[in-house]
C-alpha cells in the first residue's frame, strides 16, 4: 500500500516536472501516459484489495443473513419463548435483561405474536423491576 502510494506521488512529481520544462505537444503525450499509468495503479490496487477482501465476504454474509435456527419439533400446537436480551461485559448492569420480549408462534395460522415487555415493570413477588429477575437467577444458580 506504501509502495502504491510512493510510486504515485513520484509520478505526480514527474508529472509536475515535465509541465513545467517540455513544450505543450510533448506534454500533452506524456500528461495521457501518466493519466494511464495513475489509472492502471489504481485500478491493480483495487483488484487487490478485492482479492484480500473476497475471502471474508461469504463468511461475513452467511454469519449476518442466513441463520439457521431449528426448534423442537411440534405437530400443531403454539410455541411460546420468552426472548431476553442482556447488556453483558463492560456494561454497567451485565446481568440486567434490556430487552424483554414474548414471541407466540401459531404453526397452524403460520403467525407469529411478538409482545414486548417494559423492562421497568414492578413485580410485586420479588419486590423488584421485571429486568432484574434474570440477575436474581443468575445468582440463585451459581450460589
Not at 16 to 31: G, H, L, V
Not at 118 to 139: C, G, H, M, Q, T
Amino acid at each position: 500500500m506504501l509502495k502504491g502510494i510512493c510510486s504515485l506521488l513520484f509520478v505526480l512529481f514527474i508529472f509536475n516536472y515535465i509541465s513545467i520544462t517540455m513544450p505543450t505537444k510533448k506534454q500533452k503525450a506524456i500528461k495521457k501516459r501518466v493519466y494511464l499509468a495513475i489509472l492502471i495503479i489504481f485500478i491493480g490496487l483495487g483488484i487487490f484489495f478485492f482479492l484480500k477482501i473476497s475471502a471474508y465476504i461469504k463468511p461475513l454474509f452467511e454469519l449476518t443473513f442466513e441463520k439457521k435456527i431449528e426448534l423442537k419439533k411440534v405437530e400443531k400446537q403454539r410455541i411460546n419463548m420468552l426472548l431476553l436480551g442482556i447488556g453483558g461485559g463492560a456494561h454497567d448492569g451485565p446481568m440486567l435483561t434490556d430487552t424483554i420480549m414474548f414471541a407466540s408462534i401459531d404453526p397452524v395460522k403460520l403467525s407469529v405474536t411478538l409482545v414486548s415487555i417494559p423492562r421497568d415493570l414492578w413485580i410485586e413477588a420479588v419486590s423488584d423491576k421485571v429486568n432484574k429477575i434474570y440477575a436474581f437467577s443468575e445468582v440463585k444458580e451459581r450460589g
